[in-house]
């Protein structure tokens, strides 16, 4: 994806569209407005959605923002907004994050004139990404791989794999919490040493800072993310 800027969209106009969290392949009836009905095909329920908007008084943009300052911002996506993605806490960078300027329509594809970075995520259910970083301090992020119920070990075996599946021949430098170099328990390992080993062989490990990292004033870095080709 070619990107004829580095500056985002109109924060207002970001945060303000709402994605519907509606089912795909099913036959949606909005009965009025706020006020949409389907059938689960895989138990037969009929399922209602009602949001707020389903009252004329509160689609105003007055309600809206009195309303607004009641709840925290995952509270109110998922509480008045039913957006079930909303998890607890809040999105670091939820004020500069916009998924028609961010994610990218079509495939990015990867160049092997760059290393891929792998960032890292332990603990219970481990999580690596891949990206690559281009000239310009544009960060496209190709892939994702996230465990579940599976030993970290296991999940590492899994990670090679895909990298070799995905990335033939690329080059890695890893990116880890600062944790990772913390002992596991009472075990002499730690995750820093765990990526060394094989099947990873990691050979370049960068711990990141355990706050935002500053940057100077005026710098920007812009992120992609997309399906790797």
């Known amino acids: 994806m070619k990107l004829n800027t580095l500056e985002l969209p109109d924060k207002q106009a970001s945060v303000s569209i709402v994605h519907e969290e509606i089912p795909e392949h099913v036959e949606v009836v909005e009965v009025m407005k706020g006020f949409k009905t389907w059938v689960n095909p895989i138990n037969g329920?009929?399922?209602?959605?009602?949001?707020?908007?389903?009252?004329?008084?509160?689609?105003?943009?007055?309600?809206?923002?009195?309303?607004?300052?009641?709840?925290?911002?995952?509270?109110?996506?998922?509480?008045?907004?039913?957006?079930?993605?909303?998890?607890?806490?809040?999105?670091?960078?939820?004020?500069?994050?916009?998924?028609?300027f961010h994610v990218s329509k079509v495939s990015l594809g990867w160049n092997p004139k760059y290393p891929v970075v792998?960032?890292?995520?332990?603990?219970?259910?481990?999580?690596?990404?891949?990206?690559?970083?281009?000239?310009?301090?544009?960060?496209?992020i190709l892939r994702e791989a996230v465990s579940e119920d599976i030993s970290f070990e296991t999940f590492l075996t899994e990670v090679g794999r895909l990298s070799l599946e995905w990335f033939p021949g690329a080059s890695f430098v890893e990116?880890?919490?600062?944790?990772?170099?913390?002992r596991i328990g009472a075990n002499a390992k730690t995750y820093a040493g765990m990526l060394a080993?094989?099947?990873?062989g990691a050979r370049r490990?960068?711990?990141?800072?355990?706050?935002?990292?500053?940057r100077p004033r005026g710098e920007k870095t812009t992120a992609t993310t997309g399906a790797a080709g």
């Open 118 to 140: 792998r960032g890292w995520d332990f603990g219970l259910n481990a999580a690596c990404i891949f990206g690559q970083l281009f000239p310009g301090s544009r960060l496209f």
């Open 197 to 200: 080993d094989k099947p990873i």
């Open 45 to 100: 329920f009929r399922v209602l959605r009602i949001h707020y908007s389903v009252d004329p008084v509160r689609r105003t943009s007055e309600w809206q923002a009195a309303e607004k300052k009641k709840y925290g911002e995952a509270e109110w996506n998922r509480e008045q907004e039913l957006m079930w993605e909303a998890l607890e806490g809040r999105a670091v960078y939820a004020d500069n994050w916009s998924s028609d």
């Open 205 to 214: 490990i960068i711990s990141g800072a355990g706050t935002l990292w500053p």
């Open 175 to 182: 990116f880890i919490d600062p944790t990772g170099r913390y």
